[in-house]
């Protein structure tokens, strides 16, 4: 369960634009779930820096939360916990979608009181040539992490068909949204998995040729 961490007297604010994709992005912080995993989000500080890089955190609240985090080390490392906490219910539920499965209640209750924790869509505003939401920052996982809920309960509501895919190495098992013409894409990535998986049955036709 995400703990509920009192922000103290940090509050701020920024404007984002979430892409729909962010919550699978963010599943995918945790590398090769089908073998030796290899998780990115070491410290407070990767998921601050993870976030502003996919525009879903803005450098000056980056900045701030970097600052107030190292003054504050244990809300920081009780943020970074309950944010991998959520990231792999985040995982469970969009592969349950994915995979034309049912999800787990636990699972959606725990999104949902996150949802309630986070910080609401309220108000639009210009940036440069687009619209995006003005969204308090807060201290804790919910309060951080607000576009990647958003972006994960947008994708779980979805009623069409799913384009959510798990790649087909069973090494990797990373989470993509098949933006394919005809919705057949098996590989996280053609030139990684999907290249890999050639190169295999390139070796495997060969030695049965011998």
């Known amino acids: 369960m995400v703990t509920r961490t009192e ?17 699978v992005d963010f599943v995918n912080t945790l590398e090769w779930r089908g073998s030796a995993r290899r998780e990115t989000l070491l410290g407070p500080g990767d998921l601050i820096k993870w976030l502003a890089g996919e525009n879903a955190l803005s450098a000056a609240a980056g900045d701030g939360l970097n600052q107030w ?11 970074l916990r309950d944010a991998i906490e959520l990231r792999e219910r985040f995982h469970r539920l969009l592969r349950a979608k994915a995979l034309g499965g ?12 996150a949802l309630a924790a986070a910080p609401t869509r309220r108000n639009l505003e ?12 807060r201290p804790t996982a919910p309060g951080i992490l607000a576009p990647v809920l958003w972006s994960a309960a947008d994708l779980l509501a979805n009623p069409g068909p799913t384009r959510l895919r798990e790649c087909a190495n069973e090494r ?3 989470m993509f949204i098949d933006d394919s013409k005809g919705g057949t894409r098996r ?24």
Request: proline fraction near 5%; aromatic fraction near 6%; charge should be positive.
């Open 7 to 23: 922000p103290a007297e940090l509050v701020t604010e920024q404007t984002v634009a979430p892409r729909l994709a962010l919550a």
């Open 69 to 79: 985090f190292a003054a504050h080390p244990r809300i920081a490392a009780t943020a």
């Open 102 to 113: 049912d999800c787990d209640p636990a699972d959606l209750a725990n999104l949902n009181r």
């Open 126 to 137: 210009r940036t440069h040539d687009a619209l995006a939401w003005r969204v308090m920052v």
């Open 172 to 174: 990797c098992r990373w």
């Open 187 to 210: 590989w996280c990535s053609m030139q990684a998995c999907g290249n890999r998986a050639k190169a295999q049955r390139h070796y495997r036709r060969s030695k049965q040729a011998i």
